[in-house]
Structures are given as C-alpha cells and as structure tokens.
C-alpha cells in the first residue's frame, strides 16, 4: 500500500514536471503572433508573469512616500526653481523618527523625493548648487539622502528615490541632450553613493524649460542607467515596472490587470500605440477580453496608488488637522492594497524635518488596524493552494461562532494572473447565501461583506483564462471604524455673489462642491463680499470628477473695493498640482487687504483649453 502510494506520488511529480516544461511563460511583455484569435490571445495572457523584481515589489504592498524638500519651506507643493537654498534649514531633522515611525506602522519600503521639480537636491550633488550644500543646515554639510537610507537599513526598510526629471531651475532644461547628461549624472550619484536602492520613481510631469524649450528625455539611457548600477530596482510610472493608477485619490480599480495592454510611456510607441486603443493611465479597462481581441502585445505592469496622508504632498502648517481618518485610510487600504495593487502611503515630514505627531498618531492607529485585522485569519483551511477549471467551486471552513466579513485570496502569480470572476456564498444554518461577487484577484484580493456568522464559504471561480491557481485564502474580521470623517479646511466665508464672465454663477458660492458654473473661454470669476472686508486669502476648489474641462492651472488675482478701480494681488500664479490632485486650492497672502470685489482671472486652464470652471469659491478672513 505504502510502495503503491510512493510511486504514484513519483508518477505525479514526473507528469507534474512533463507538464510544467510545456508551459511557457511570458516574462513581463509578450506579443501577440500575427492573426492570433481571440482564445489564442486569453491564453498566452493568462501566461504572462512579474519579473522577479516585479513579484518582490508586489510582496512590499505598502510603501511610503516622503516629499520633503525646499516646498517643506516655503509651503508650496510646486517650487519654481528660484527659492533660496537658505530657506531650507530644519532644525531637528531626524532620519531615524522617519524610518521608526514608518516600520512601526507596517511600511516596507520608503521612497524619498531626492529632488521634486524645483531641482532642489536632498544630497549634496556636483551637479547643481541648487542643494543642501548651499543651506545653512548642518553648515552645508548635510545629505538627507544618506542619513534616511542609514535610518531605513537599520530598521530593515527598503529604499527607494524619487526624481524628478522636470526641472524647473536647471539652466540646461529644455536643452535636451545636455539635460539628458546632467540628469543621468544625478541619477548615478543616487544609484552609487548610497548602496542598494529598490525603486526609482520618475514623475511624468513635462513642463517647458526657461526659453520655452520642451525637453526630450531620453529614457533609454536613463533605463540602461538604473539597469547598471542597480539591476534589482524597480522603475516606477515612467518605467516599465510600476505603472501609476491613474489619480492621486489613492482608490484603485475594482477590476484590477496587472497584465495590461497599456504601452509603459517610456516607449516610444507608447503614444501611438495608446491612442488607437484609447487607452491612457486613467482608463477603467486595462486589460478585459476586449482589449484583449484589439492589443498586439501586453505588459506586466502593476498598479501603484500613490495618494498623501494630508490634501497636499508637501507640508503645510494648515493641514495639521487635515490629516485623513482613520476610517478614510483604511478604505484606503482596502481599495488599493484590496485591489490588487501596491499602496505609495506619502507622509511630509515637516519644517522641523519631523514626521507631525498627528500624522505619527495616525500612522500608528493605521498599522495596529491592519494588524490587528490580518493576525486572526478565521478560516480552518484557506492557507492551502487550490487550483482548479473555470466554474470549479472550493470551500473554506470557518471556525465556530466567530463573526467575519472580509475575505482575502491571492492568485499564484508566478503563474499569470487569471481569474475574471468570482462569487461567494456563505453556508449559514445550513443553507448557502451569496454573499459577494468579485472580478479580478490577482496579487492580493479584499473582499468585504455585512458581518456574518456561518460554518463556510464558499468561492466560484465563474470565469477565468486558464486553471485558475489560488495561493491562499484567508477570513477575517476587520472592525468598524467610527471616526468618518476628515477635517475640513479652514473655515470660509461665503461671498454675496459670484459671476463667471457675465452670467451669474450661484453653484460657486452654495457651499457645494458637487455643483459647479462653466465658461466658455478663458473668463474672470467675480466676487461680491457685499461690503468691504479685511481678506487673508482665497479658496478655488476645482470640480475634482466628471466634468472637468475649464479647471484654472495659472491665474492672476485682483481686488477693488468698487469694482472699478483694481489692484492686482497676484500675477501668473500657479495652482500647482491641480490636474492630477484636485484638491481646494488655499491660497494666503502676506498682509490682509482690504476688497469688497474679488476677480480671479485664468490664464491656462490644466489642458490649455479656452474654458474656465468653479465648483467653489470662498474667502478667507482673518480669525
Ligand atoms: C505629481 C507631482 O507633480 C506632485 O507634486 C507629486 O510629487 C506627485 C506624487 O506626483 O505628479
């Protein structure tokens, strides 16, 4: 009996083996043969598989992101490449309360934005004086770059740099091949000077240089670059490794590919291709059967949900109370970690070069959340791999009385992500309720449903591209959070009116921000107060979904306390960030002034289209 079972165990390793050499898998892209039918295509996507790069950065499901630069001081979250380098000084930066802060709260890996636009580096480069070496901090001794990858290996954190490829104070900018060079020098003094790094995040944003030069980057040089000095990390957004999930709202998509048929924007195809399939970061569908029957090839390329713990990246006094609820993250986390993608958590360290105590408070309560959920996993039998056809059923018992209302599953994805549909039942007093239906698994799958008491589930795998293969499964009981809300901003008042161009615009000033006046052409905004007051500032709040079109980028701003005669506040002033963070736009000056009229003309609306649009408009008075 034993001799039997051992050969038959032996027959099944062999035709296991036979079977697996007949597999070929994809690694990372694949193309489609010429003339290749539909069933053909479902097939070998359901062979595409990560890198091994790509599996371990999918392993890290949380990382944060820290923007911390010359915008720490002076407030903005776009700096213009002029700023002082004596403005960066922070008195008791400490590395270690970063990295602490974070692996406590369960974060993996970290990624410092090294420069953002403003071209201000966090190390002290040979290539710009525009630096720490040109600050008064640590007697221009310093290198923030150094002492955070110190701080992350001793807490066995991963490390990871954020570069930002525009600009906006290289005078080589827009001269593309010496900017080409002088950024690759930048590159590899990071990917050198500082050991092993896992990730290197390239920000999409392209702006004019100096003369009005558009930049070409050559990002084959840059790839050839990172794969030299450091062929264990991934590329991130303008890379092939790491693709941006397309808002900054940190919500990933319920049907999730990582087997996509979106051309990474490194490519030079990627335009082209993209647009005949109408596809960009944004678009809902990456990668259904009928994208699937128009693509000549596909990519692995993960989605990354990068989202601040705060309304802006970079730190501002006056979003000490606007740090998001628990409850906010924590859908957070199950709508982007649940949804199969990793989750780029970004928290700004602040003038003292301190993570803030309320962001470290709510850290802390998010990582003992998420602890606290996943250390009981329910489930008598779910942490076995199942693997089975389309249609196949599995069960998983759970253990006795115990209320659950989250399911997790992991596709093998070694294997190729495959899974389109699920269903799941509960078996409750004996009878089997549904309970959820789902679409793409993939890496890692969260299910939530209504607590419930029953003896099993059980899952129904409806539709998938080959034999499915189920890692793990796993039930559990994630609690209520009570504290829903987030704070809002500062307290506004609201004007006596608003007109767009020459028609009245009461959607801007009803205090709802679902409701929004529209323009045709670029158009001023007008504000009444009713009577002249003293003004500290302003708040545009974009429409932030749906109809977009019209959303101010540059502006100027003028006040008069008759409406005829006008002074200007402000001139070509940005709202940095809006297209991709559109967010109420604060925005204070120096000394209050007085105005009874307010006029908020566009310069360039976020696309260059001649639209403008409000969803709101509000004043800022002094306390
Ligand atoms: C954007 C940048 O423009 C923001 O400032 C921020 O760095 C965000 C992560 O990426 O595109």
């Known amino acids: 009996m034993k001799h039997t079972s051992i050969t038959a165990a032996l027959l099944g390793l062999l ?355 998420i602890e606290r959920t996943f250390a009981t996993d329910y489930s008598k039998n779910g942490n076995r791999p199942v693997t089975g056809k389309e249609g196949d059923s599995f069960e998983i018992d759970i253990q006795d009385n115990v209320p659950v209302n989250t399911l997790m599953l992991q596709e093998e994805i070694e294997k190729g992500q495959r899974i389109e549909a699920f269903t799941v039942e509960a078996s409750i007093n004996g009878a089997w309720t549904p309970v959820a239906e789902g679409t793409t698994v993939g890496y890692k799958r969260l299910i939530r449903f209504d607590d419930l008491i029953a003896d099993k589930l059980r899952i129904t795998v409806d539709r998938s591209r080959a034999d499915f293969s189920i890692k793990r499964a796993g039930i559990y009981y994630a609690q209520p959070v009570t504290d829903s809300t987030d704070t809002e901003g500062a307290s506004l008042f609201s004007p006596k009116s608003c007109q767009i161009g020459n028609h009245n615009a009461p959607e801007a000033i009803d205090g709802n921000s679902s409701t929004a006046a529209y323009a045709e052409g670029l158009v001023p905004i007008l504000i009444d107060l009713g009577e002249v007051k003293t003004v500290k500032g302003f708040c545009y709040t974009p429409v932030a979904e749906g109809r977009t079109e019209g959303t101010i980028f540059r502006y100027r701003l003028s006040r008069s306390n008759d409406g005829k005669s006008w002074e200007r506040i402000v001139d070509r002033a940005e709202f940095s960030n809006i297209k991709n963070n559109p967010i109420p736009q604060y925005v204070t000056w120096d000394k209050p002034a007085e105005a009874r009229y307010l006029k908020l003309e566009p310069l360039e609306e976020m696309n260059g289209q001649a639209k403008t649009s409000v969803a709101e408009f509000g004043v800022m008075l002094p306390e």
Request: glycine share 8%.
């Open 15 to 369: 035709l296991m083996s036979c079977q697996s050499s007949k597999t070929q898998y994809y690694e990372k892209h694949l193309v489609f043969p010429e003339g290749a039918t539909l069933e053909e295509k479902v097939d070998m996507a359901s062979r595409l598989v990560p890198s091994r790069q790509q599996l371990q950065w999918q392993e890290l499901e949380l990382t944060a992101f820290l923007h911390f630069g010359i915008n720490t001081f002076t407030n903005k979250e776009w700096g213009d490449g002029t700023e002082d380098p004596q403005l960066f000084n922070p008195t008791e930066l400490d590395a270690e309360q970063w990295a602490r802060t974070l692996k406590e709260a369960g974060f993996k890996m970290v990624i410092l934005t090294a420069k953002h636009h403003d071209g201000f580096c966090l190390w002290p480069t040979a290539t710009t004086r525009h630096s720490v070496a040109s600050s008064p901090w640590k007697a221009g001794k310093g290198d923030v770059v150094k002492e955070l990858k110190e701080a992350c290996d001793k807490y066995g954190l991963k490390f990871g740099v954020y570069l930002s490829p525009w600009d906006r104070n290289a005078e080589c900018y827009g001269d593309s091949p010496r900017y080409n060079q002088f950024f690759i020098q930048q590159l590899t003094e990071l990917l050198t000077n500082y050991g092993e790094i896992h990730e290197v995040w390239f920000d999409g944003a392209c702006g004019e240089g100096p003369n009005g030069k558009k930049q070409v980057y050559d990002w084959d040089a840059f790839y050839t670059t990172i794969q030299q000095l450091q062929p264990h990390a991934v590329m991130a957004i303008m890379g092939d490794d790491v693709r941006w999930v397309g808002n900054e709202r940190g919500f990933g998509r319920e049907t999730e590919w990582s087997a996509t048929a979106l051309v990474p924007g490194i490519y030079q195809r990627a335009d082209s291709v993209n647009q005949a399939l109408g596809l960009n970061n944004k678009s809902e569908d990456l990668g259904s059967r009928d994208l699937l029957a128009r693509a000549h090839e596909l990519f692995w390329y993960p989605s990354e949900v990068d989202v601040s713990i705060r309304p802006g990246w970079f730190y501002h006094p006056t979003e000490d109370n606007q740090v998001k609820s628990l409850a906010h993250l924590v859908d957070i986390y199950f709508e982007s970690v649940g949804y199969n993608s990793g989750l780029l958590l970004n928290i700004p360290p602040d003038t003292r070069g301190l993570i803030h105590e309320n962001d470290a408070r709510r850290l802390h309560e998010l990582g003992q959340y």
